[in-house]
């Protein structure tokens, strides 16, 4: 089965720009996560969807991040206006419904914003 | 203090070595534990997954889990110059459609000299 997709694989913008990150889960996936990693920092969680629905979003950093996930198939996470801090590797990950559903990720977006 | 502490390496042995790498939590409340491995410029991969205590073997790989010490460890076996990568502990309180957000440890970078 194909794994998790994300699209661009790389994004260079300028501050104030905005960008859009798609991630398209393993056919099947309910679940849905984002996550990101900062230089020199661990993978931070972001977000979760469940189908179309977001389960948990304690992890946004504030509100110039929207994700959406529409039909509960493919999600978008847009940066608006993108500043210097977001610079890092966003990652989206994907699970089946039910216990002990282990998360497969994909290879990530790294974005630079300049 | 942070809620997983992973030392981030390098870590270098020789071709054959058998290596120990772990990771040490703070939340008790943990009960999924992974491992991913991660190749540069590539996303997480999925090694071993593991529920509460106890031991679990893949081929090469063997996770362990301590809950009373908060504290997991892999093992890999008869190591190869491919095995050299970073790897990533991670863990959960929940998982399936009521998971939440894995939580990352930095990663260790581990180098296997040929």
């Known amino acids: 089965e194909a794994g998790v997709t994300q699209f661009p694989s790389h994004s260079v913008i300028e501050k104030g720009q905005t960008v859009t990150l798609r991630c398209d889960p393993i056919?099947?996936?309910?679940?849905l996560y984002w996550y990101r990693r900062v230089m020199g920092k661990e993978i931070k969680f972001l977000l979760h969807?469940?189908?179309?629905?977001?389960?948990?979003e304690s992890g946004m950093p504030n509100n110039r991040f929207l994700a959406e996930r529409t039909g509960g198939t493919y999600s978008t996470l847009k940066v608006q206006p993108a500043e210097l801090e977001d610079s890092g590797v966003y990652f989206c990950?994907?699970?089946?419904?039910?216990?002990?559903?282990?998360?497969?990720f994909g290879d990530g977006t790294r974005l630079s914003i300049l | 203090q942070k809620e997983v502490e992973q030392d981030p390496g390098p870590l270098s042995v020789p071709e054959g070595a058998i290596v120990s790498l772990n990771c040490t939590y703070s939340n008790s409340a943990f009960q999924y534990f992974m491992w991913y491995r991660q190749y540069s410029r590539k996303g997480p991969e999925l090694l071993m997954y593991?529920?509460?205590?106890g031991n679990k073997e893949d081929g090469r790989f063997t996770a362990q889990v301590d809950k009373s010490s908060k504290y997991i460890s892999l093992f890999i076996r008869d190591s190869q110059p491919s095995d050299s990568a970073t790897y990533l502990c991670a863990m959960s309180r929940r998982s399936g459609g009521g998971a939440d957000g894995l939580t990352f440890g930095k990663g260790t970078h581990l180098i296997i000299q040929p």
């Open positions: 990950a994907s699970s089946r419904q039910g216990g002990n559903q282990p998360q497969h």
């Open positions: 969807f469940v189908k179309e629905s977001k389960q948990d």
């Open positions: 593991t529920y509460s205590s």
């Open positions: 056919s099947g996936h309910d679940n």
